[in-house]
């Protein structure tokens, strides 16, 4: 089945520096979302991205959605405490047989305040 | 309610036994998805229920896995003969529509532990 590669798995950062994190698939999406899980809570929605090349701001978070339509990245501008958590793509085709969202395995973010 | 609401939100249960976990989706979303979420591991998508349509069965592991949703309601998501390896927290999420484009909220999970 269709299947999203979310990298890096996880990652430690200074308080302040940038993050970037992506994921790709061998197959093409509709959409594009990311989502933040906290421990305890289910994943919450931050970004969506409904079409190829779309640029999407969301306060210090930035995601596109890659022009081959099998990619999508998400950036962290001055990374804060709260930024803490599982950060995970998810994808739809919506001609698929589903028609529902395919995760990542998710990318882990821990600050060093 | 305002949010989806899953009960229990842990569930501690013997090998062999029988659990039903219970969603309680936002009033008026049509669409009811469940998910898996193993340790270290992405989402599992399990089946989803879109309005008095039959469900999306495709994504359960095994037959011994089984969801209703009542009246397009709350939706119950049974595991008979529980195993060791079904220990992973089981998260609902409802939509207004069917499809990512209406947003998916999602529960806080029942987190169940298979002993």
């Known amino acids: 089945g269709q299947q999203l590669n979310q990298s890096p798995q996880s990652m430690f950062i200074q308080e302040g520096e940038d993050v970037s994190m992506n994921c790709t698939s061998s197959?093409?999406?509709?959409?594009w979302l990311w989502y933040k899980q906290e421990p305890g809570e289910g994943p919450v929605l931050l970004i969506a991205?409904?079409?190829?090349?779309e640029l999407t701001s969301n306060g210090r978070l930035t995601a596109q959605f890659g022009i081959t339509r099998k990619d999508s990245f998400l950036n962290i501008s001055a990374s804060i405490p709260s930024d803490v958590g599982i950060y995970f793509c998810?994808?739809?085709?919506?001609?698929?047989?589903?028609?529902?969202?395919?995760f990542g395995k998710g990318t882990k973010l821990s600050v060093k305040p | 309610g305002a949010g989806v609401s899953q009960s229990p939100s842990n569930k501690v249960t013997e090998k062999g036994k029988d659990v039903e976990l219970r969603c309680d989706p936002i009033?008026?979303?049509?669409?009811l998805y469940w998910y898996r979420q193993s340790l270290g591991q992405g989402l599992e998508f399990l089946i989803y229920?879109?309005?008095?349509?039959?469900?999306?069965k495709s994504g359960l592991p095994s037959d011994r896995f089984s969801a209703e949703r009542t009246g397009g309601s709350v939706s119950t998501l049974t595991i008979q003969r529980t195993q060791q390896e079904d220990s992973a927290v089981y998260l609902c999420?409802?939509?207004?529509?069917?499809?990512?484009?209406?947003?998916?909220?999602f529960g806080s999970g029942t987190r169940l532990t298979v002993v």
């Open positions: 999420a409802s939509s207004p529509r069917q499809g990512a484009y209406y947003g998916y909220t």
């Open positions: 197959s093409i999406f509709n959409t």
């Open positions: 991205l409904y079409k190829a090349g």
């Open positions: 998810a994808g739809q085709n919506y001609g698929g047989s589903q028609g529902n969202l395919i």
């Open positions: 009033s008026g979303h049509t669409a």
């Open positions: 229920f879109q309005g008095n349509s039959a469900p999306d």
